[in-house]
């Protein structure tokens, strides 16, 4: 929140999900959120895998664009990095986990099977 500053509006929505660590348990902390008006999101205690995907993600992210360049000196650099890093993880980064394709690739290759 130190980050966005004056910037923050809390009149969009932003859900905040993470696991279930101390500091989401924190009475201050939660109480912080809803100040700001973030709606919180938790795994469900002791299953990793309701955040497999989006850990997966973030992880690549982190990895692939944030700790190859310099970090965003703006909101607005920030925003325009995470969102060319979008567009690149799904429609050029391929993954072997699809057999070599994009997911935009595999998703329309799943889909030319049921409607063409």
Request: with cysteine.
């Amino acid at each position: 929140m130190k980050a966005v500053g004056d910037n923050w509006d809390p009149t969009r929505f932003c859900v905040l999900h993470s696991d279930q660590g101390f500091q989401y348990t924190n009475i201050a902390y939660i109480r912080f959120l809803d100040e700001h008006g973030i709606t919180v999101s938790h795994s469900r205690k002791a299953n990793c895998y309701d955040n497999a995907c989006c850990e997966n993600f973030f992880g690549h992210l982190k990895s692939e664009s944030l700790k190859l360049h310099d970090f965003p000196k703006t909101n607005n650099d920030l925003i325009q990095m995470v969102e060319r890093y979008i567009h690149f993880y799904n429609y050029e980064r391929p993954q072997r986990k699809l057999k070599g394709m994009t997911p935009v690739d595999f998703r329309m290759s799943y889909l030319s099977r049921f409607f063409l």
